[in-house]
């Protein structure tokens, strides 16, 4: 694929839009990095002047070293829409949404403590946890951050952004959903693979989707100017609400059903980069 601009170009592109990516499983390979072209494409998008940015379940932590490797330049969705913030223009007015530490406590008291296998919550500066588990340190990343483990009921000090779980035995799955919904405005969902091992707490009405919204906003564009593309199950209300959204074709069935277009390749081989920019060329060439 060609990726070299003309001088000309650059000043033919008038429209305007948002790209965001999903991270894991979209923008990035299996190793945690992201492909040489796709950071190429990246760039390109940028030269054109797009916006680009991640819209992730991954805290900002994580998040940032590729928003600045790539040279990304809109505003940050983390946390799946909990923390949406954009650290180069402080005009943006950041938002926040967090769990209350007292609400957290009671649904791991209604579910039962000894039920669960692993709990993890955390703040901006902390992360408390029942115990250390490698493959959910490995989405999270502890470092910078204060990890205090031990009883979650009683080390638990802030409201918090996540809550992430994994049940001793599939058997309490039901119980656990229940417990959950039966706070006003929290739902839970599982996530993790074919095994389902993990589960999260959300926010019923705070999604990705609300997230880019407060983003597209802020720049002054409609929701026909918003490309996004993911593979799970928290990308789903951004696939939906978005006219222009892919899913990767290494996603599951039910999650590529809700988008509108799907990726040619997987995220090992550069699929979300040449996706954007196979559906990006459509739009501005209709544009002209």
Known sequence: MDITLEKDDLTKMTDKYLIAFDMDGTLLRSDNTIGPRSLALINKFIALGQYVT???????????????QTGMNGPIVSYNGAYVYEPRDLSFNSFRMTFRKEDLVSFVNGVGYDKFDIIMAESDKKIFIKKYDPSLDSFFHHEGMEVIEGDFRKILSEDTYTMIVAMKSHDWDERLVKCAFSFPGIGLRFWGGAENKFSELYHLDITKTSGLERAREFLGLDREHVIVIGDADNDVEMLTDFPNSIAMVNGEDQVKARAHFVSDFDNNHDGAALAVDKLLTSLLDKGK
């Open 54 to 68: 991640v819209a992730s379940g991954r805290p900002p932590r994580v998040i940032l070293p590729y928003y600045f």
